[in-house]
């Protein structure tokens, strides 16, 4: 018999709210410009956001990354690939060890740097953890949404069995059926 998955951490939930400030369902960017990314930021207890176009544009790039190592985890492209992409991030964002019965690993420094180091120490809580690679990107092109894969061996493919999954059945159900000529 499986274990059952681990639950869903407070921490996890952030980063993939994170990951999911950026949709395909429709397109968009929940942060449309610096003040409204600072707000979303301040609204998940992340540290100071961007200041400015340039910062904005650096983290998005930076949830690019994380998305990228999302899609690796799914089974789509090079897990050394996409953490290499996440390490120019790792090498500027300043991380220290808070002492404490637990010590854990947290940010140093303040603004962006800060806010990608916040979001650094959860991925290394849950890779230490064992629950990272249950963070996955969708299936289903139209959608991409970040999920946390609760199937009990961790093969969730869709972030939704409901939707995205009967979607992608229903489509290669009609294609199987389709006549040829």
């Known amino acids: 018999m499986s274990a059952p ?8 939930r ?3 709210a994170f990951a999911n400030t950026l949709g395909f369902d429709p397109p968009g960017d929940d942060w449309s410009d610096p003040s409204v990314a600072r707000g979303w930021l301040a609204e998940h207890d992340l540290p100071a956001g961007p200041a400015d176009e ?10 690019g990354a994380l998305r990228a190592v999302l899609e690796a985890n799914a089974g ?14 790792a090498r500027e964002a300043p991380l220290y060890i808070a002492p404490g019965e637990t010590p854990v690993l947290s940010p140093a420094g ?5 806010t990608i ?11 230490r953890a064992g629950t990272w690679r249950r963070l996955k990107l969708c299936r289903e092109e139209s ?32 294609e199987r059926e389709r006549p040829t000529s």
Not at 117 to 127: C, R
Request: proline share 4%; charged share 20%; glycine share 10%.
């Open 143 to 174: 959608c991409r949404w970040a999920y946390y894969d609760q199937s009990k061996n961790g093969s969730g493919a869709w972030c939704s069995m409901r939707i995205c999954g009967n979607r992608n059945k229903a489509r290669r159900r009609r």
């Open 14 to 16: 952030v980063v993939l």
């Open 110 to 114: 303040s603004g962006l740097q800060a």
């Open 54 to 63: 340039g910062e904005l544009a650096h983290l998005r790039a930076f949830r």
């Open 76 to 89: 789509h492209g090079s897990r050394e690939a996409a953490w290499g992409q996440v390490e120019p991030f």
């Open 5 to 12: 998955c681990a639950p869903l951490t407070p921490d996890l």
């Open 117 to 127: 180091g916040t979001v650094l120490a959860s991925v290394y809580d849950a890779l």
